[in-house]
């Protein structure tokens, strides 16, 4: 028998990987809710009861497939909700009904995160100790020092204690062997390939196009060392307001000690107060595992045991903070969810911001991928510092670096042991589901997803591989903002946060 004609076999096809979909879709195992535990020793058993994969394990070739329909799902889903609106509209920007203006300025900051590489910048900067890199310190959350702490634990076994005359310093530049006393997780930085995302060439024939491919093409696409006196100015008053989980509240540590700010709370619980970040600015953090807005809680779940003692939802989408703080920093993804939670969930977040307040600007960040860090922790990455020949000075110990390349994607495991974990497949699924939504509700995706795929070293370790130990590469991100800030036009004032009225 002959096969059947192309256009029925097609609708075949369509028919069936709309049924494939359909079941994963909506046939993920449920699981408790549970998120972490502020105590971090608690972390790793905590999570492990909380990630939860599909029940049908996919090879490359269907997670491919899972990839391009949830793309499908997603563009429909934005579109019917959000219209266009979010590609001509940046919100809290002067940039309005600008499709062209938009773009550029998008896909400027997705050249920032997607062409580049990890530097290792050792060298004694000309201008002093605090302008390079490595010397940066963390002043904020202890429980991220642990790293440093083995690092002077081990440093002090191998050159000897403190008593010599050798002394050592946490943070200083040793003259003698030309190195800062830093971890080696501390000395590498994010640095953006000019090439592809600096400055164009201006051409010079006027009525040829000159419009560049990829971001804004002049000047201002050449990305800038974190300065804080800038920073302040490009704030411009505006308050800052950083919502998510633990990894989350990571980065208001971080920029909070990219200024030189002792951040007074303690943990993520108690983070709420305004703390000040300029002379005109604040920043405050709000622990909410799943960036909820307070009256959707119940409304979206449908078991009961939502929200349990484990997970956190501290208010932060209320009209009182959305009128303040006119920049929301979010993440929502670590704490895992099936897909189609994690959809709902989080169009319900940006339909209420840009409903109700469209002149408050929404960058959202990328979700890491998990990484085991054991056999790094194992190997002793914190403990030593790497010799003129790039090894470890202590014979045993293993240098880490980070990955030149992001690694590969896996098929799913077929052990139904390991389907608590999301994989890497899981994540960037994720990821382009957050991005095609964030970006059609006026808002900015920082897709450092990549970039942090190549970080498996610097964290933490003890049983939690998904936070990083400060200083530590999380810090980026204070000089991604600042540089999203410096391109975003027109800061919104405090006086235009007014809540759209119904
Ligand atoms: C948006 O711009 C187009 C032309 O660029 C114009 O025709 C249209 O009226 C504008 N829409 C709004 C809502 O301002
Ligand atoms: C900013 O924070 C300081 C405390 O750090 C507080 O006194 C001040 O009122 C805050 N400003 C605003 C506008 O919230
Ligand atoms: C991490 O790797 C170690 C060593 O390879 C292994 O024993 C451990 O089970 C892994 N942890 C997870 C959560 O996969």
């Not at 059947?4 to 909506?26: C, D, M, N």
């Not at 200083?172 to 600096?198: H, M, T």
């Not at 940006?350 to 190997?379: D, G």
């Not at 403990?383 to 098929?411: F, M, N, Y």
């Amino acid at each position: 028998m002959s096969s059947l004609p192309e256009p029925s076999a097609r609708h075949v096809l369509i028919f069936l990987f709309g049924i494939i979909f359909l079941q994963l879709f909506f046939r993920f195992h449920e699981s408790k809710q549970t998120a972490f535990n502020h105590n971090p020793t608690d972390f790793n058993s905590q999570r492990t009861r909380l990630h939860h994969h599909p029940s049908v394990p996919l090879n490359l070739h269907g997670l491919d497939i899972l990839d391009e329909l949830t793309a499908h799902i997603i563009a429909v889903e934005a579109h019917r909700t959000f219209a266009e609106s979010g590609l001509s509209d940046i919100h809290g920007t002067s940039i309005k009904n600008d499709t062209v203006g938009a773009k550029r300025i998008r896909d400027q900051i997705h050249c920032w995160t997607q062409h580049g590489s990890w530097v290792r910048q050792d060298e004694k900067s000309d201008k002093g100790a605090l302008t390079s890199w490595s010397a940066r310190k963390s002043h904020g959350d202890r429980r991220f020092g642990v790293c440093d702490t083995r690092f002077m634990e081990g440093l002090d076994r191998a050159l000897g204690s403190p008593s010599n005359n050798d002394r050592h310093f946490l943070g200083e530049y040793d003259q003698k062997n030309g190195r800062w006393l830093v971890r080696e997780a501390v000395k590498y930085r994010w640095v953006p390939d000019e090439s592809i995302c600096g400055p164009v060439a201006p051409i010079p024939n006027e009525n040829t196009d000159t419009t560049p491919t990829t971001g804004l093409g002049d000047e201002r696409s050449i990305y800038q060392l974190f300065d804080k006196e800038m920073f302040c100015e490009i704030l411009a008053g505006r308050h800052l307001l950083v919502a998510g989980d633990t990894t989350q509240y990571q980065l208001y540590d971080s920029i909070l000690s990219a200024v030189g700010s002792v951040s007074s709370c303690g943990d993520e619980l108690n983070c709420r107060q305004s703390h000040q970040l300029c002379a005109t600015s604040n920043v405050t953090f709000a622990r909410n595992d799943f960036i909820s807005v307070p009256w959707a809680l119940d409304a979206i779940d449908d078991n009961n045991d939502y929200p349990s003692g484990l997970s956190i939802e501290q208010p932060w989408a209320t009209t009182e903070m959305l009128q303040t703080y006119g920049i929301v920093l979010l993440n929502k993804g670590l704490i895992w969810k099936p897909d189609d939670k994690f959809l709902t969930e989080l169009v319900f977040t940006m339909k209420h911001l840009w409903k109700f307040y469209p002149n408050v600007m929404i960058l959202y960040r990328a979700t890491p991928p998990v990484s085991n860090c054991t056999v790094l922790k194992e190997q002793r990455e914190d403990e030593t510092i790497a010799g003129d020949d790039g090894e470890s000075i202590v014979p045993g110990l293993k240098i880490q670096r980070p990955l030149a390349t992001t690694p590969e994607r896996t098929r799913d495991s077929i052990d139904p042991a390991r389907w608590f974990r999301p994989t890497l497949a899981d994540v960037q699924r994720q990821n382009r589901m957050a991005k095609a939504i964030v970006e059609s509700a006026g808002g900015i995706f920082l897709d450092t997803e990549n970039m942090f795929a190549m970080r498996p070293d610097g964290r933490v370790g003890d049983g939690d591989c998904s936070l990083f130990c400060a200083p530590g590469p999380v810090d980026i991100y204070a000089d991604l903002l600042f540089n999203t800030l410096r391109i975003l036009p027109g800061p919104v004032q405090i006086t235009e946060l007014t809540k759209v009225e119904e």
